[in-house]
DNA sequence: AGTATTCTTTTCATTGAATGAAAAGAATAC
DNA sequence: GTATTCTTTTCATTCAATGAAAAGAATACT
């Protein structure tokens, strides 16, 4: 009797909505009733009602086969998150620019609790294919992005993450938190950062943060092939890029997110 | 006694949820507790608790000054929705280049009920501001790309759009059945949308649908000022994007969304 | 400083909404 | 034609959601 009780395990309504949603993923961005109450690890009737009123809020979809997908609603909503109403709407036009300017692969990134996060990602058809995903987390210690958002941010954060076991990548990612620390005064200094297949093998990158206020709010990147190694001529774009940013982000700072949105 | 009873309109706790989530909006990104409250129609006490689950979830965020905002979660899984990771991935690339060659705004736009929904829009530093905004609603009758939709659409759906009230945004537009329906005839003709100022005063418009087997999943439009009426100059462009994107919209159907995603 | 107002958090007795086993109904595979 | 897997509906039970109320903070007003 004492060994049953283990099976429920105390979830509140919303935990177990939320959990229905999570049950998507890039790999399983559809699903069937019962694929969705097996990866939801809830019985199959109580996802049934579940997925019920998410869809009547149009959290979820149905396709035609009577599949289950994350709905309109949770993309629009997602509008609404300040890394994308308050930090992407603002940045693309610079990284527009940019890729324009260099015709390379350009990333935005911001810090996302120990990781970095990718908000943006262009890529031409011309220019080379890059693994990463706009929405993947990514190591802050072995892209060039993560440096560059590591370099700006507070002792206190940086201690944090050195103190963090870093995980090698490649053979070339830095791991001894001296060696990587010396690193990170150098970026400081230089203002910007630069990666050589310490994430993904055969991938070069320079990165700049973008400081408003003396805090670090995202990072640019530009990406290529480590073959071709005149990135740094795109440093002077790359840094006139963040910095117009940053401009522009202390501008609009309160505009995109009134402070008091007055009445009602 | 009876009139009392009107006072709890039995939402169940998801749609209270919901209501909590949805009680944001582009004016309202960031709200207190009480305001998320009123916003809800819901007792105070109760938003607090569910804030709290959904800010479990990292559904919500609070900000330093305790104010919440739609959380990051939120935003993650929007990119999990057929839309971003089916659509605008694909079509992102196709977009750039036709950005690159024409140097005006570019957008990317769905049908979402009866209306159209902007997808993605491209505009750098140097292109016209549009009013149009990412997440948008925008009639179907009266834009670029709201026409090249409905043109290549179902009759039955065509009829159904051509029943309802037909706003009219600008003198331009068209609000008259026999005139729109005609119109439409030669859209699908000629395989390009025209608009000008039919939804906003001084905005010209060209715009292609994206037809892949038979059926419109979306449409490209190029925007500038009316005073400079050389868009049609771009319309070879134009239509080499909407097909590159339809033919690789037909590669890769299914590989984003396995029609049967294994076990488990 | 002192009072008033508005906002946030906690508590708790009450109840009604959520639950999930079970069975019926579809659809698909064998 | 039978077996298997999936979807939908039902319903008695109970447990979790509820929101009024009060305490605790913070902010505005005089």
């Given amino acids: 009797m004492t060994e049953e009780l283990y099976k429920n395990q105390a979830k509140s309504v919303i935990a177990r909505a939320l959990a229905v949603l999570g049950a998507f993923d890039v790999e399983h961005?559809?699903?069937?009733?019962?694929q969705l109450a097996r990866r939801a690890g809830l019985p199959v009737a109580t996802v049934y009602r579940l997925a019920g009123e998410l869809e009547d809020g149009r959290f979820l979809d149905r396709d035609g086969a009577g599949r289950y997908g994350l709905g309109v609603r949770l993309w629009e909503m997602g509008l609404l998150t300040p890394v994308h109403g308050g930090l992407r709407e603002t940045a693309m036009p610079f990284l527009l620019n940019l890729h324009y300017e260099c015709g390379e692969t350009v990333q935005l990134a911001v810090c996302e609790?120990?990781?970095a996060i990718y908000i943006e990602k262009l890529t031409s058809e011309v220019s080379v294919p890059v693994?990463?995903?706009v929405g993947a987390h990514i190591p802050l210690h072995a892209t060039g992005v993560g440096k560059a958002l590591l370099a700006f941010s507070s002792d206190a954060f940086i201690d944090a993450i050195l103190t963090m076991p870093l995980k090698a990548y490649t053979p070339s990612t830095l791991t001894e938190r001296r060696a990587l620390s010396r690193q990170l005064n150098q970026i400081a200094q230089r203002g910007y950062a630069q990666s050589d297949a310490e994430y993904q093998l055969g991938a070069t990158s320079i990165a700049?943060?973008?400081?408003v206020r003396g805090t670090v709010k995202?990072?640019?990147g530009i990406v290529n092939y480590s073959a071709r190694d005149d990135l740094a001529q795109y440093v002077?774009?790359?840094?006139?890029?963040?910095?117009?940013l940053a401009l522009r982000l202390e501008e609009v700072e309160g505009t995109a997110y009134p402070s008091l949105s007055g009445l009602e």
Same sequence: chains 1, 2.
């Fill in 236 to 244: 002077p774009a790359l840094l006139r890029a963040t910095n117009g």
């Fill in 29 to 34: 961005p559809l699903l069937t009733l019962s």
């Fill in 113 to 115: 609790g120990t990781d």
């Fill in 208 to 211: 700049a943060p973008v400081v």
């Fill in 131 to 133: 693994k990463s995903r």
């Fill in 218 to 220: 995202a990072a640019i």
